[in-house]
C-alpha cells in the first residue's frame, strides 16, 4: 500500500488530469447531462460573481413547471425541461436565456409514487450529439431529436420484469460509444442494459443487478474504457462493449434504504458513498481485478443522495441525511480518508462546483455560495431563490444557473 503523502500527491495529479480533459463534442458552457460535462459537478470554464446583491442573484426569467424531479440539460443555448404536466411527461426546449418555448412532445404516464408525493420523471436529459434521451419516472426510455421528433421508446422496467422502486427509475443512462446504458433492475440478467444509440434496440444485457437511484459513470483504467456502476447492492465494473463485468464490490444495505450518490472516479482511484450506516470506500480499480480498498468508514463522509465533488486533492460533500437528523457540508481527503473541515447544520443540499467556488443548492430553497478551499469554510453569499423544497439537480451555464421546485423554474444570473 501506498504511503498517505505518495498517494496524496499521485490523487492530486489525477484529479489535475481529469479537470483538463475537456470534450471536443460539447462547446464551453454546456451541461448535457447529470452533473454537467463528464459527470463530475466541475463546470471548468465557468466565471461566477464573488458577492451577490443584497436580494440574491438577479432573476433573468422564470416560468411555471409540472411535477418532477429531474433538472434541466443546457446545450448550444437551448434549455432542455423534463417534467409532469397532468398524465403525461412532458418533455420541453426552451431558448435558455429567454426561456421562450420553442417546442414540446409528450409521453402518456401513469406512474403514482408509493413514498414520495411528487409523480413526475427523476432522471435529467441526455443529450448526445443530434438527439436527446428521456428516462421517465415508470421507467419507460424516450429518444427524442434535437428538433423535437420522436424517434423511438422502449418501456425497460415492464419489458425486463424490473421493480419501480422506492421512487420510481432514477438513474440517469449513459452514452458510452454507440450504446446506451441503463440500470434497469430486470430478471434474467437484465440488471444492466445496453441499447443501440440510433434504433434503442438491446445490444447486451447483464448481470441480476437490481437498479439504485446512482447514476453510473465512465473511467478510463490501464487504457481500456469501463463503466463503473453503484446498483442497489453493489459496485462494479463493465466493460460497456460486451456487458462483461469486470470487477464486483459489495455495497449498501438491505431495507429501506437507497445508494443514490453517483461514484467518483479519480484517475484509477474510486469514491462511493451512501448514508443509512453504509458509509464511504476509498480504493484503486483494477482493469479486471478486485478492487483494492484503501479505507472504509461511516464517520468520512456518508451522503444520502448528494454526489461529492472534487476539487484539488479534496473532495465536498454533504454529509448526514435530508429527512433524518441535520446534515453537514464537510471537505474531506479522500487519499488519508480525513475531514478536512465540516460546516455542522448546513442542510442537505446538491454541489456544483466552477471558477473556484461551490454552489450548493439546499432541499429548503436556498443557495449559497461557498469558496472550494481545504482551508475552511467560507461562506461568500446566500440567498433564498425558491419557495417550495427542491430535489432536483440545478444546471450551470454560461454563468446563467438554472434550478426548479414542483412549481418553478427560474434563471438566475450569477455572471461577474
Request: with cysteine; hydrophobic share 40%; proline share 5%.
Amino acid at each position: 500500500m501506498l504511503k498517505s503523502s505518495t498517494r496524496g500527491a499521485a490523487l492530486a495529479g489525477l484529479l489535475l488530469a481529469v479537470a483538463c480533459c475537456v470534450a471536443n463534442s460539447l462547446r464551453a458552457g454546456d451541461w448535457p447531462q447529470i452533473l454537467g460535462p463528464h459527470r463530475n459537478g466541475v463546470a471548468e470554464d465557468e466565471k461566477l460573481a464573488a458577492a451577490w446583491p443584497a436580494g440574491g442573484p438577479k432573476v433573468v426569467w422564470q416560468r411555471q413547471v409540472g411535477t418532477g424531479f429531474a433538472g434541466p440539460a443546457v446545450v448550444k443555448g437551448k434549455l432542455y425541461l423534463f417534467h409532469r404536466v397532468g398524465k403525461e411527461e412532458t418533455f420541453e426546449c426552451l431558448d435558455a436565456a429567454s426561456g421562450k418555448p420553442l417546442w414540446k412532445v409528450a409521453f402518456a404516464a401513469s406512474y403514482v409514487s408509493s413514498i414520495s408525493p411528487d409523480d413526475g420523471p427523476r432522471c435529467v436529459p441526455l443529450v448526445h450529439e443530434d438527439r436527446v434521451y428521456l428516462f421517465g419516472a415508470a421507467g419507460n426510455l424516450h429518444c427524442v431529436s434535437a428538433d423535437g421528433k420522436k424517434l423511438w421508446s422502449r418501456a425497460m422496467l415492464a419489458e425486463f420484469g424490473a421493480q419501480e422502486g422506492y421512487f420510481g427509475a432514477g438513474s440517469s443512462p449513459l452514452v458510452a460509444g454507440d450504446k446506451l446504458l441503463v440500470n434497469v433492475g430486470g430478471r434474467s440478467g437484465a440488471g444492466i442494459v445496453a441499447l443501440a444509440l440510433d434504433s434503442g434496440k438491446t445490444v447486451w444485457q447483464s448481470t441480476g443487478e437490481q437498479a439504485s437511484y446512482s447514476s453510473p459513470v465512465l473511467a478510463e483504467i490501464a487504457g481500456k474504457k469501463q463503466v463503473v456502476f453503484v446498483t442497489r447492492y453493489t459496485a462494479l465494473g463493465i466493460d460497456p462493449e460486451s456487458g462483461k463485468v469486470l470487477w464486483r464490490l459489495p455495497f449498501g444495505m438491505r431495507g429501506p434504504t437507497v445508494n443514490a450518490a453517483n461514484p467518483v472516479v479519480l484517475g484509477d482511484r474510486f469514491f462511493l458513498t451512501a448514508s443509512y450506516g453504509v458509509g464511504a470506500v476509498f480504493g484503486q480499480i483494477g482493469d479486471g481485478s478486485q478492487p483494492k480498498i484503501e479505507w472504509q468508514s461511516n464517520n468520512v463522509l456518508s451522503s444520502q443522495y448528494t454526489t461529492p465533488i472534487a476539487i484539488g486533492k479534496h473532495l465536498y460533500g454533504v454529509d448526514g441525511r435530508d429527512d433524518v437528523g441535520v446534515a453537514a457540508m464537510r471537505c474531506i481527503d479522500p487519499a488519508g480518508g480525513k475531514v478536512t473541515w465540516r460546516k455542522e447544520g448546513f442542510g442537505k443540499a446538491s454541489l456544483l462546483a466552477a471558477d473556484g467556488k461551490l454552489l450548493a443548492m439546499k432541499t429548503s430553497g436556498e443557495l449559497a455560495l461557498v469558496e472550494a478551499s481545504p482551508a475552511g469554510y467560507r461562506e461568500l453569499a446566500a440567498a433564498r431563490v425558491l419557495d417550495q423544497k427542491t430535489y432536483a439537480l440545478p444546471a450551470l451555464s454560461g454563468g446563467l444557473f438554472y434550478v426548479r421546485d414542483a412549481r418553478t423554474l427560474k434563471c438566475l444570473d450569477l455572471r461577474p
